[in-house]
């Protein structure tokens, strides 16, 4: 079964800064790898994901770089804001084709922006 | 994308008694998926919802414990039968397209077992 290892574990930038989220995977037999925003009582939501033919993702202020020789995927939040305090999830497939659309998930990261 | 629908949102169950999940797409999905996330914790697969045929279970999870059906291409339920407190968590089932990769997830089930 696949492992994701995400880290790390929480994050506190302050508002304007830098949030940085790392994971990595072991194999895999699909390359698609999304990042999810999760806020209390609410279910996960798609922030943004990478079909690695590119090495590096950008929507708004968030970032996807993806190093598939480290098997290492990252996000960044720039100009982090008040608003993107939440738990942010990596998730990679499967590692057999029969795994089609399944996803395992990292442990999560609490981010938590103060003013 | 697809918007995903759950009930109920919340319950409060007794011990040894099962409640039924009900997920509805609003569009048709090629996979759907049910996942168990115990607060402050990251997510696990319990199952995919085939349609019109058994569900596919991981490990550690068994069909007498979670039945599922997918009667169509947009609905899917999932029971949680003989309830513990072990049971306590947020139960979320998620549609997958099968074009685009992208995973869509409802806004889950928070279910207490007394």
């Known amino acids: 079964q696949q492992q994701v290892k995400q880290s790390p574990q929480s994050l506190i930038v302050q508002k304007g800064g830098i949030s940085i989220i790392n994971c990595a995977y072991e194999n895999t037999a699909f390359d698609y790898f999304p990042w999810y925003q999760q806020f209390p009582g609410k279910g996960p939501a798609l922030l943004i994901a990478?079909?690695?033919?590119?090495s590096e993702k950008k929507e708004g202020r968030f970032t996807i770089s993806f190093n598939k020789s480290a098997k290492q995927f990252s996000l960044h939040i720039m100009d982090s804001q008040p608003g993107d305090s939440a738990t942010y999830f990596c998730?990679?497939?499967?590692?057999?084709?029969?795994?089609?659309?399944?996803?395992?998930f990292g442990a999560g990261t609490q981010v938590v922006v103060t003013p | 994308s697809a918007v995903i629908s759950q009930k109920p949102s919340r319950d409060i169950c007794q011990r040894g008694t099962s409640l039924t999940i009900q997920c509805q797409v609003d569009s048709q999905v090629t996979m759907m998926f049910w996942y168990r996330q115990q607060p402050g914790q990251s997510l696990t697969l319990i199952a995919t919802a085939n349609q019109g045929s058994e569900a596919t279970y991981e490990s550690g999870f068994v069909i007498d414990k979670f039945p599922i059906s997918r009667p169509n291409l947009t609905f899917s339920t999932l029971t949680v039968s003989n309830m513990s407190p072990e049971d306590s968590s947020i139960y979320l089932c998620?549609?997958?397209?099968?074009?685009?990769?992208?995973?869509?997830f409802g806004p889950g089930t928070r279910l207490t077992v007394t």
């Open positions: 998620s549609g997958w397209g099968g074009k685009s990769y992208e995973q869509y």
């Open positions: 998730a990679a497939p499967g590692v057999t084709t029969d795994s089609w659309g399944k996803l395992q």
């Open positions: 990478i079909r690695p033919d590119v």
